[in-house]
């Protein structure tokens, strides 16, 4: 079974840029979650989708960052424009109904 | 609210136990464990729900005692590939929500 697909795997973008991360849950997987996991601190949720509809979005800095869903399958995060302390790993996770969540690789953003 | 843990790091020689510890302010449903390696994605280790139900991975077990609202995980006999940062995640008591807060991890080195 393939596991979550995240990319790019490495990013490196200056302060007032835009970047965009994309992620591919395991097959099936109707929920999907965006964490953001700053140096030496545990993931933070962004936004939790189950198939295409949001389910929390409360921690997502909706000023600057935005996600979507379609099709209830892949998913986008955006940052524009990007601050030095967004300067994290992003990271996306999904499950399917057990609790376990399955995590990708993630993204490390540097923000200069 | 996020989940303290204790301690924040440990350091065990091969063959030592070690025990990890997750506390919560609020009414828990769940308590999961994860594991990350440096510069890999976090990889799910335990669930302990209330009630009691618990899934495990060898050597590697833990408790969940509810009224408290703390968990512990218990690493016997230690391996080099023991080593890593541990996080806890709690799921509040309104089960279903699928989403979870991590506490700040606990990074356990084993050395030789």
């Known amino acids: 079974e393939a596991g979550v697909a995240q990319s790019p795997r490495y990013k490196i973008i200056e302060k007032r840029q835009s970047v965009a991360f994309w992620c591919n849950p395991i097959?099936?997987?109707?929920?999907l979650y965006w964490y953001q996991q700053i140096l030496g601190q545990g993931p933070k949720l962004l936004i939790q989708f189950q198939n295409n509809g949001v389910v929390d979005d409360s921690q997502l800095p909706k000023d600057r960052f935005s996600a979507e869903r379609l099709k209830g399958v892949d998913s986008t995060l955006k940052i524009q424009p990007a601050k030095l302390e967004d300067s994290a790993v992003y990271l996306c996770?999904?499950?399917?109904?057990?609790?376990?969540?399955?995590f990708g690789p993630g993204t490390r953003l540097t923000v200069l | 609210q996020q989940p303290v843990q204790s301690p924040q790091a440990v350091i065990l020689r091969e063959g030592e136990d070690a025990v990890i510890n997750c506390s919560s302010s609020k009414a828990l449903y769940s308590v999961h464990w994860y594991r990350q390696k440096h510069g890999e994605a976090p990889v799910f280790l335990m669930i302990l729900l209330k009630g009691g139900e618990q899934k495990g991975h060898e050597k590697i077990s833990a408790s969940f005692n509810e009224k408290k609202q703390q968990s512990s995980l218990y690493l016997t006999a230690s391996q080099l590939s023991y080593s890593g940062t541990y996080f806890c995640?709690?799921?509040?008591?309104?089960?279903?929500?699928?989403?979870?807060?991590f506490g700040k991890g606990t990074k356990l080195s084993v050395i030789p």
């Open positions: 996770a999904s499950n399917l109904r057990v609790n376990e969540q399955f």
């Open positions: 995640g709690t799921e509040g008591s309104g089960a279903g929500s699928y989403q979870l807060t």
């Open positions: 097959s099936g997987h109707a929920t």
